[in-house]
């Protein structure tokens, strides 16, 4: 459990310093969501729907592109969505190392 609530803190942390470039890419995302699905003519929650399933690479396919625009703009959210997954991974290992580290001070550092 102590490791646990260790790790915790330092994910927290590390959220709150890394919250700018997540909120970025979250706005980007979802504006880039929007143009797509203004081209397409789906709803504004369709689109945002449609942005985030694309950003997280989870890709339904019950809404996809047919212009050769909103083809372009989908590339470019999935691009954000990618460095906003990456960035939400660092960070969960980098205080999971942490964690561990000071958790176990004589663990040998890679």
């Known amino acids: ?5 260790l790790f915790l803190e330092l994910f927290l942390n590390a959220m709150g ?4 470039l997540l909120a ?3 706005l980007l995302i979802t504006l880039l969501g929007q143009c797509v699905g203004r081209l397409e003519g789906w ?13 997280l690479t989870v890709g339904y ?9 909103s083809k372009l703009l989908a590339l470019a959210t999935a691009t954000v ?3 906003f997954s990456g960035v939400f991974v660092a960070v969960t290992v ?5 964690a561990f580290h000071r958790y176990t001070p004589g663990a040998v550092a890679p």
Do not use: H, N, V
């Open 1 to 5: 459990m102590e490791f646990t609530l």
């Open 81 to 83: 969505g990618i460095m």
């Open 17 to 20: 310093l890394g919250f700018p």
């Open 61 to 69: 396919g019950d809404y996809r592109p047919s212009t050769r625009k």
């Open 43 to 55: 709803s504004r929650f369709d689109a945002f729907y449609w942005s985030f399933i694309t950003a």
């Open 94 to 98: 980098a205080a999971a190392t942490e």
């Open 24 to 26: 970025f890419f979250f």
